[in-house]
Nanobody
């Protein structure tokens, strides 16, 4: 089991920045991919970014590419999502998730953290 706890959400004006954190516990993450997803009201959950824990390889949705950076801190077992130039359409609940590298499905999810961007 992997436990994930997100933090760092909040209310920010358009153009502002936020850094989300996801603290992981329960397993060594060297064989995991960590991802960020988001779900806006009335919309389906969508992929935002992912990082391969072992080599730091990153992937981004086109909608956030160039504005968001995913990173990890091995010592703290924590994944971050730095979000810049935020837009009202970035408003959503952001979830951290984990999957084994060789498995396509994310099996572990955090409780989510609300990000609200005002115009």
């Amino acid at each position: 089991q992997v436990q994930l706890v997100e933090s760092g959400g909040g209310l920010v004006q358009a153009g502002g920045s936020l850094r989300l954190s996801c603290a992981a516990s329960g397993r060594t993450l060297s064989n995991y991919v960590m991802g960020w997803f988001r779900q806006a009201p009335g919309k389906e959950r969508e992929f935002v970014a992912a990082i391969i824990w072992s080599d730091g390889g990153t992937y981004y949705a086109d909608s956030v590419k160039g504005r968001c950076t995913i990173s990890r801190d091995n010592a703290k077992n924590t994944v971050y999502l730095q979000m810049n130039s935020l837009k009202p359409e970035d408003t959503a609940v952001y979830y951290c998730a984990a999957r084994v590298f060789s498995v396509a499905t994310y099996a572990y999810w955090g409780q989510g953290t609300q990000v609200t961007v005002s115009s």
